[in-house]
C-alpha cells in the first residue's frame, strides 16, 4: 500500500486522485475543498480497520494511489510530476548507501551490452560484491556472491569510526575483473554502545532516543544496534 501524507499533496495531485475517485467538478474545487473530501472518503474505507480507526490516524492517511480503480501500472507513472524508472540502466555501475549504523544498502546495474560482452569473451564466469571496510580499529575485506539477475543487498557492517566500498567484480577461472566500484561510504558509529552510563542516569535523554525509533503502538522498531544498547543500560541497572 502507497501511504499518502493527504495535506502535503499539491492541488495537481489531489485532483488527479479526487479524478480516479470519481468525485464530480473536482477541478473546480479548492485545495481545501479537495483535501475536505477526499478525508471523508478514505475515513470511511478505513472505519473496519483497527490501526488506522480512533484519533490516531487523524485522517492523514490515504490509499489514493494503490486503490486506484484501473491498472495501477498504468496510473502510478502518470501522476503529476512521477516518470517511469527504466528496467535497466545504459552504464555499469554500483552505489551504496547508509540504512543505520549495522546495514548498508547497496545497488547496482549492469549494462545488457555488457552482460552480453562477458558472455561471448568469458562463457563462465561468476559475479561477487567485494566489501572493503577500512577503519582505524578493524580492516576487512570479503566477497559476497551475486546471480546475474540481482541488482540489491544489504550488508552487515561493524560499529565503528572508518567507511566502507564496495565493487562488483567478475571472476573467472584465471583473472578476476572490476566492472564497478561505489563511492566509499562514512560508517555510522553509534555513540550510545560505548556511553550507556549516561542514558541509564538520564531519563529525559533516553526517551528523546528512543522516540524516532518507537511505532505508533508505543514498542521499539527492531534494531540488531538499539537492543544493544537496551541490553548495555540493563547491565548497567543490574550493577
Known amino acids: ?6 495535506d502535503s499533496l499539491s492541488q495537481n495531485e489531489l485532483q488527479y486522485i479526487a479524478e480516479q475517485e470519481g468525485i464530480e467538478d ?30 490516531n490516524v487523524n485522517k492523514r492517511y490515504v490509499a489514493g494511489i494503490s486503490a486506484y480503480r484501473g491498472d495501477v501500472d498504468e496510473a502510478v507513472p502518470s501522476l503529476p510530476g512521477v516518470e517511469e524508472l527504466p528496467a535497466l540502466y545504459p552504464e555499469t555501475s554500483i552505489h551504496v548507501l547508509n ?8 545497488y547496482w546495474s ?10 561471448e569473451k568469458f562463457g563462465t564466469y561468476e559475479l561477487y560484491l567485494n566489501v ?25 557492517v561493524p560499529h565503528l569510526h572508518g567507511e566502507c566500498r564496495v565493487s562488483l567484480v567478475l571472476q573467472t577461472a584465471e583473472k578476476r575483473y572490476l566492472l564497478a566500484q561505489s563511492e566509499a561510504v562514512p560508517l555510522v558509529y553509534c555513540y550510545w554502545l560505548n556511553n550507556s552510563v549516561k542514558v541509564n542516569v538520564d531519563e529525559e535523554l533516553f ?3 528512543l522516540a524516532p525509533i518507537t511505532n505508533r503502538d508505543g514498542y521499539i522498531i527492531p534494531s540488531d544496534i538499539v537492543e544493544e544498547i537496551i541490553d548495555k543500560v540493563r547491565n548497567e541497572v543490574e550493577k
Open 1 to 6: 500500500m502507497v501511504l499518502i501524507k493527504i
Open 99 to 106: 540504512k543505520n549504523a549495522s546495514w548498508l544498502y547497496c
Open 207 to 209: 526517551v528523546r532516543y
Open 132 to 156: 572493503n571496510v577500512t577503519g582505524k580499529e578493524i580492516s576487512e575485506k570479503y566477497d559476497i556472491k551475486i546471480d546475474r539477475e540481482d541488482v540489491e543487498w544489504n550488508i552487515s
Open 26 to 55: 473536482f477541478d473546480t474545487l479548492s485545495r481545501e475543498e479537495l483535501i475536505d473530501v477526499l478525508k471523508d472518503i478514505y475515513e470511511d474505507e478505513d472505519s473496519d480497520i483497527p490501526s488506522v480507526t480512533g484519533d
Open 110 to 119: 549492469i549494462a545488457p551490452g555488457d552482460l552480453e560482452s562477458y558472455d
